[in-house]
């Protein structure tokens, strides 16, 4: 999934994803803030699709029966009312 | 004479680093495999169990890499509990991410009090609504005799070893680590069984409903993908919910998807 990164535009996972700066983050390059429910599998396989980033979590981890789901995704992070991604660069 | 142990690990990996659940999985059969080279008498030892894993609180405050998770296992061995730290600790140190924060949780389950359990009960059940710190996990550990211990990093993984316990020791927490053998083979779509059916060649204690309902012997389930159990009243079950068949217009009992195993 991670062939042609350096050509690849990161705005087209603004439909799915919200970016907020270090300063309003705790990150300090900032973060990738999902902008649905976790619980939206629908938008989550599509944001994956569009991603060149995805790698799969251990199966334990994962809340998805289709493996190509941000919620599947080792480079998402929980947080209390959704997730995160850091694979997506800043 | 064999111990019951409840063993405990959390914070061992790291983004691409064999998971925490494949690293405590490792550590039981290898204290199984210890067991029995060391055992005088084989029937004492190797009564192993599943691996759980179960979840904690998700907070800014809380230093986890992706997700906050402990896993916990149980068995019976002849080892003392100073031969089977030092298994636990050699794999740790081995198989730990170098960013992590390993920590380590063994009690000799049965030593346990009434009080004890209760204690440990309640702050994994404040884990996983809460932030607690290093200092509430030792010095709980110091209160019920619970071995605990950092392996690398800041340690902090002693506050979900400790957690992940009492999680276990509820007997209501958590989902069984991997996916259950049940027969289906790999280029198979489905397999129907009864519960009785599904009871022996797995090893599990029954089936429940998402509802929380035990289902009878008879019942059929059809299993596909990954089958997954859940750890609630004591016992390992298979979870599974009723789905519509649009050929047939019946409903049948089908082994639960990710998003209803997520509340375990």
Known sequence: MESNVDEYDCSVMLTWFMFRPASQSGSSSGSWIFRFSSDNVVQSRLAASHCHYFMADDEDEMLDDKLLSCVNCMRRRWLVDGFECYGLPS | ?264
């Open chain 2, 1 to 264: 004479m064999t111990t019951t142990w409840l063993i405990c690990i959390d914070d061992t990996d790291d983004i691409g680093t064999k998971g925490t659940g494949e690293i405590a999985e490792e550590i039981m059969y290898l204290i199984m495999s210890k067991s029995h080279l060391n055992s005088v008498n084989e029937t004492e030892n190797n009564i192993a169990a599943w691996v759980t894993r179960h979840q904690l609180f998700v907070h800014p405050d809380i230093p986890y890499t992706s997700h906050n998770s402990a896993m916990c296992f149980e068995l019976q061995s002849a080892l003392s509990l100073s031969q089977i730290k030092q298994i636990c600790t050699e794999h740790l140190l081995a198989e730990s991410a170098s960013v992590a924060d390993p920590g380590l949780a063994i009690v000799d389950k049965l030593a346990l009090t009434h009080d004890d359990v209760v204690n440990l009960i309640a702050f994994g059940s404040e884990a996983k609504r809460e932030v607690k710190t290093k200092d509430q996990a030792y010095q709980l550990a110091k209160d019920v005799n619970v071995d605990l211990s950092e392996h690398g990093g800041t340690g902090q993984g002693v506050i979900g070893a400790i957690a992940g316990i009492g999680l276990r020791l509820s007997g209501n927490d958590g989902r069984v680590k991997g996916k259950i053998s049940v027969g289906l083979a790999e280029n198979t779509d489905y397999i129907s069984l009864s519960v009785n059916q599904i009871i022996a060649c797995s090893g599990l204690d029954g089936v429940i409903d998402i509802e929380g309902v035990k289902r009878d012997g008879e019942d059929i389930i059809v299993l596909s993908g990954k089958v997954k159990a859940v750890f609630v009243h004591d016992q390992f079950l298979l979870l599974v919910y009723q789905s519509l068949d649009n050929q047939t217009g019946k409903k049948h009992w089908c082994n639960a998807l990710k998003q209803q195993l997520k509340k375990y």
